[in-house]
T-cell receptor, first 114, second 111 residues
Framework: DAGITQSPRHKVTETGTPVTLRCHQT?????MYWYRQDPGHGLRLIHY???????DKGEVSDGYSVSRSKTEDFLLTLESATSSQTSVYFC?????????????FGPGTRLTVL | DAKTTQPTSMDCAEGRAANLPCNHS???????VYWYRQIHSQGPQYIIH???NNETNEMASLIITEDRKSSTLILPHATLRDTAVYYC????????????FGGGTRVLVKP
């Protein structure tokens, strides 16, 4: 399995509090992604990174920010958590090659915002 | 990315081959067929991908029709641990390109 860890794995927080989720990889892959998964919506891309300090928005980026100061770490921050951000968050990594750019996923973080 | 159509669910007997179909009639010439699966409460897992030739790896085989409008994922000897939702995704190889998961096929492997 690809070396991807997410922390915390579970978190319960209150509306209005800041929350930071961490994704750590040991594969030295260039690309990293944050998705959220909700019933009825499948996986939706929040933000992604194509290198240190290089990030871009996905389809559901409102209310989220990211940072990548090192190749191995990609942080997702909810500046002021809302109940609509209750979800399961998955980090993924990939390294595009000439024959593919398969993404490998972490175990997920289950976030509950009360 | 082209749209895919998969059956909602299917059952398979343990030890038998599981054949999962996927239709992608609007696929473009530069789009690849990817398969992922998601076992309950886990992150999605990459299985295999291909462009036009059949592909095989340690997990599965991928058969793509000559016109590329459909494909079949084959799990040669299904085990109970293969119970999962399987997603067929068609996409180009663009760096940073997101994955778009549709409904997938819920596969239940029975003893």
């Amino acid at each position: 399995d690809a070396g991807i860890t997410q922390s915390p794995r579970h978190k319960v927080t209150e509306t209005g509090t800041p929350v930071t989720l961490r994704c750590h990889q040991t594969e030295n892959h260039r690309y990293m992604y944050w998705y959220r998964q909700d019933p009825g919506h499948g996986l939706r891309l929040i933000h992604y990174s194509y290198g240190v300090k290089d990030t871009d928005k996905g389809e559901v980026s409102d209310g989220y920010s990211v940072s990548r100061s090192k190749t191995e770490d990609f942080l997702l921050t909810l500046e002021s958590a809302t109940s609509s951000q209750t979800s399961v968050y998955f980090c993924a990594i990939s390294e595009s090659t000439g024959t593919g750019d398969e993404q490998f996923f972490g175990p997920g973080t289950r976030l509950t915002v009360l | 990315d082209a749209k895919t159509t998969q059956p909602t669910s299917m059952d398979c007997a343990e030890g038998r081959a599981a054949n999962l179909p996927c239709n992608h009639s609007t696929i473009s010439g530069n789009e690849y067929v990817y398969w992922y699966r998601q076992i309950h409460s886990q992150g999605p897992q990459y299985i295999i991908h291909g462009l036009k030739n059949n592909e095989t790896n340690e997990m599965a085989s991928l058969i793509i029709t000559e016109d590329r409008k459909s494909s079949t994922l084959i799990l040669p000897h299904a085990t109970l641990r293969d119970t999962a939702v399987y997603y067929c995704i068609v996409r180009v190889h663009t760096a940073g390109n997101k994955l778009t998961f549709g409904g997938g096929t819920r596969v239940l492997v029975k003893p």
